[in-house]
């Protein structure tokens, strides 16, 4: 059987259908996601996304019990980097196998991915498929750090756009004469279906201090756990003013209009740096396909008339 020798725009081609796939999935996703919060808020009988059973462990999936079956067969070697699961928690995946399902998935790629180019590009010259093997190689190892540092990164940015309504939640409710701590959890409740995410750092903040843990380790725990500068320096700032007895309702005004206007400003680098991002797909897409429509019946004009 011959091998059908493989060409850099059939790979280029692929590349482009796989982007284009993502993209629409990713857009289906946001979608529902969008959908499902305008239930809730439509519909409160549907019931909180942050259920916490105290008494009744809920039954485990079958990805959670693989997930398990895999972590027992890992390696320590292979899981044990603090700086991957501080990434991972900051991504949002706390569960105990994250590491070892992440570990999984980078082994996996870093051997799959060169092994399927190399299957599909078996007939090329020896120099092109080590170029392709290596191409493949380069994906299959950093492609799942890439794609977990964009999971941060996207939390991170529904994280900074929560943090000022959640802080004017909880000027209302201390200056109310509710303590700190049931204006957290309070702000918590109110913003689990807009923002789930910082509602969830809070309920966190709100069980490690009824555990037990002093609120200057359970706020400082708040920056290490999403990676947000704002953060660092609004925990900084409560800790100061709870320990030498300042007004904590100042602190939250002033915090809650400097990330408002930082929050204003991000939009404003990023409403600029539009225009910019534009021009690569502009050119690559767009003006193509116009030089195509408008010099196309002057170039077959041209090339008749010389024949």
């Not at 993209?23 to 259920?51: C, D, F, H, K, T």
């Not at 980078?106 to 020896?126: D, E, T």
């Not at 209302?172 to 789930?196: F, K, M, N, Q, Y």
Request: net charge positive; glycine share 6%; proline share 6%.
């Amino acid at each position: 059987m011959q091998n059908l020798p493989i060409s850099l725009p059939l790979i280029l081609l692929v590349l482009v259908i796989a982007a284009a796939v993502s993209a629409m999935v990713y857009a289906w996703a946001g979608g529902r996601q969008r959908r499902e919060i305008l239930m809730r808020v439509e519909n409160p009988a549907l019931g909180s996304p942050l259920p916490s059973p105290l008494l009744s462990a809920p039954s485990k999936t079958f990805g959670e019990r693989f997930a398990e079956w895999l972590a027992d067969r890992t390696p320590e070697s292979l899981t044990a980097n603090a700086q991957t699961g501080t990434k991972l928690v900051q991504a949002g995946f706390e569960s105990d196998s994250a590491a070892v399902v992440y570990g999984a998935v980078r082994v996996v790629f870093g051997i799959l991915v060169p092994l399927a180019v190399f299957v599909a590009a078996a007939g090329s010259p020896q120099k092109t498929l080590l170029l392709y093997v290596t191409f493949g190689a380069m994906i299959g190892l950093l492609g799942p750090a890439a794609v977990l540092d964009r999971f941060v990164q996207m939390r991170q940015d529904k994280l900074r756009k929560a943090v000022p309504d959640a802080l004017d939640l909880l000027v209302v409710c201390v200056e109310a004469g509710v303590s700190l701590d049931a204006a957290i959890l309070r702000v918590a409740r109110d913003l689990s279906v807009t923002h789930p995410e910082l509602a969830e750092e809070m309920m966190v903040i709100n069980r490690k201090v009824n555990a037990g843990i002093p609120r200057e380790a359970a706020l400082n725990g708040l920056w290490s756990r999403t990676g947000l500068e704002e953060l660092r320096g609004l925990a900084a700032s409560m800790i100061q003013s709870e320990r030498w007895g300042t007004s904590i309702a100042k602190v939250l005004r002033v915090n809650a209009e400097t990330l408002r206007r930082k929050r204003k400003q991000y939009a404003e680098k990023k409403a600029a740096q539009a225009s910019l991002k534009m021009m690569g797909p502009l050119l690559l897409f767009l003006l193509p396909a116009l030089f195509v429509v408008i010099l196309g019946p002057a170039a077959i004009n041209i090339s008749q008339a010389f024949k």
